[in-house]
Nanobody, 119 residues
Framework: QVQLKESGGGLVQAGGSLRLSCAAS????????MGWFRQAPGKEREFVVA????????YYADSVKGRFTISRDNAKNTVYLQMNSLKPEDTAVYYC????????????WGQGTQVTVSS
């Protein structure tokens, strides 16, 4: 099992920045990819960004390219999401997720952290 704990959400004005963190514990050696997803009120959960744990390859949703940056610290088993130039439409609960090797889908999820961007 892998446990994920997010932190860093909050309220920010449009144009501002926030940094989210996701600390993984447990069987972290099994992780091949980690990602961030978000869910706005009344909408389905959507993919935001992902990073491969070994090579550091990154994948971004078009809606956040150029504004969000994902990074990792393997020694700390932590993934970060730097969010700049935030927009009101970025308001959502942000979830960290981890994918073990051999699986197509993300198996482990954090509890989520609220990000609210005011206009």
């Amino acid at each position: 099992q892998v446990q994920l704990k997010e932190s860093g959400g909050g309220l920010v004005q449009a144009g501002g920045s926030l940094r989210l963190s996701c600390a993984a514990s447990g069987r972290t050696a099994s992780i091949t990819n980690m990602g961030w997803f978000r869910q706005a009120p009344g909408k389905e959960r959507e993919f935001v960004v992902a990073i491969s744990w070994s090579g550091g390859n990154t994948y971004y949703a078009d809606s956040v390219k150029g504004r969000f940056t994902i990074s990792r610290d393997n020694a700390k088993n932590t993934v970060y999401l730097q969010m700049n130039s935030l927009k009101p439409e970025d308001t959502a609960v942000y979830y960290c997720a981890a994918k073990p090797g051999g699986l197509a889908a993300y198996k482990y999820w954090g509890q989520g952290t609220q990000v609210t961007v005011s206009s």
